[in-house]
């Protein structure tokens, strides 16, 4: 995993309140570096929903155990299933 850096934002009371809602499920820090890296990068929110689900099915896929005990021509069912979410177009 790579190395995170702090950086602080001050927020609208409102949305702070929406962020600590998040905070509850373990979820706000993903929805905010998402959200900010679809701006900076300048996706539109389609996109930036579609890259975000293939990099989170792409994540569950590597870490399941069967996919990786499974295999089919020296290569693991989460490395197969892995390049093909890896191909799609978002």
């Given at each position: 995993m790579e190395?995170?850096?702090?950086?602080?934002?001050h927020l609208?009371?409102?949305l702070h309140r929406k962020?600590?809602?998040?905070?509850r499920d373990r979820k706000a820090a993903g929805i905010v570096r998402e959200?900010?890296?679809a701006y900076l990068d300048e996706l539109?929110?389609?996109e930036a929903g579609i890259k975000a689900g293939i990099k989170k099915a792409k994540e569950e896929v590597a870490t399941h155990p069967l996919l990786n005990n499974?295999?089919?021509?020296d290569e693991s069912m989460a490395e197969i299933v892995g390049?093909?979410?890896e191909n799609i177009d978002g």
């Open positions: 190395k995170l850096v702090p950086y602080t934002v609208p009371p409102e962020l600590k809602r998040a905070a959200a900010l890296t539109d929110p389609y499974l295999s089919w021509k390049a093909l979410l």
